[in-house]
């Protein structure tokens, strides 16, 4: 992820920032459960590691332009406090919780399978937050 960084920004400078977070969980929500499948079918290292750099590429798309909208987001009075309350709780929620809530769900419905819903899920609700924010802050 931190060798993508610096071209994912360029590129997100260029075509704009809420453009690449858009098609990054786009991409996320079509292919988080067929990678999750794969996961299951066929458990061993090289499966592992190609999820991984698939997953750690649409990672990188999203991570790398968010500091960009953020700041956007917010007046300069308050930008700070903004930033690290908005990332922070998301963060807390929905990335320090997941393996409670995914382990409660594998659990409830015994498939592994709900590890890929789960991040189709928040993938989902990035790209509507996403979507607002282009709409509200007037994003490209």
């Given at each position: ?64 332009p968010m500091p960009a909208i953020m700041s956007a ?11 690290s309350l908005g990332y922070n709780i998301g963060v ?49």
């Amino acid at each position: 992820m931190s060798a993508g960084l610096p071209f994912v920004g360029k590129l997100a400078d260029r075509v704009g920032s809420a453009r690449v977070m858009f098609w990054a969980a786009t991409g996320t929500i079509m292919l988080g459960v067929p990678l999750f499948t794969l996961l299951n079918q066929s458990p061993n290292l090289p499966t592992m590691i190609g999820i991984e750099l698939v997953l750690g590429v649409l990672a990188t798309a999203y991570f790398a332009p968010m500091p960009a909208i953020m700041s956007a987001m917010f007046p300069v009075q308050i930008r700070t406090t903004g930033l690290s309350l908005g990332y922070n709780i998301g963060v807390t929620v929905f990335g320090g919780f997941a393996p409670f809530i995914v382990t409660f769900l594998i659990g409830t419905t015994g498939s592994l399978l709900v590890r890929g819903y789960y991040l189709v899920a928040v993938a989902a609700l990035s790209l509507c937050s996403i979507v607002v924010s282009r709409r509200v802050f007037q994003q490209r």
